[in-house]
């Protein structure tokens, strides 16, 4: 039974720091996204193309980009 209530802990507990450590890389995206909007390259969707593939299951991020885009000292 101690076995049991051990593994259940550690489920737990791996659950709430998954989804903390989820969103260290949302503020990290975010910044990069930032920083080459603002440096203004000719290429921007081959250099946004990465972003987007990798957090296209991120609604966070791409609303977060998309921000961006629109208003880009805001952030």
Not at 23 to 39: E, L, P
């Amino acid at each position: 039974m101690k076995a049991i209530k051990y593994l259940f802990i550690a489920a737990l507990a791996s659950g709430y720091s998954a989804s903390a450590m989820a969103q260290d890389g949302t503020k990290a995206d975010v910044q990069a996204v930032k920083n080459i909007i603002s440096s203004k390259p000719a290429d921007l969707d081959k250099q946004m193309k990465p972003y987007y593939k990798e957090n296209k299951k991120n609604p966070e991020n791409l609303v977060a980009f998309g921000r961006e885009f629109s208003m880009p000292s805001t952030l």
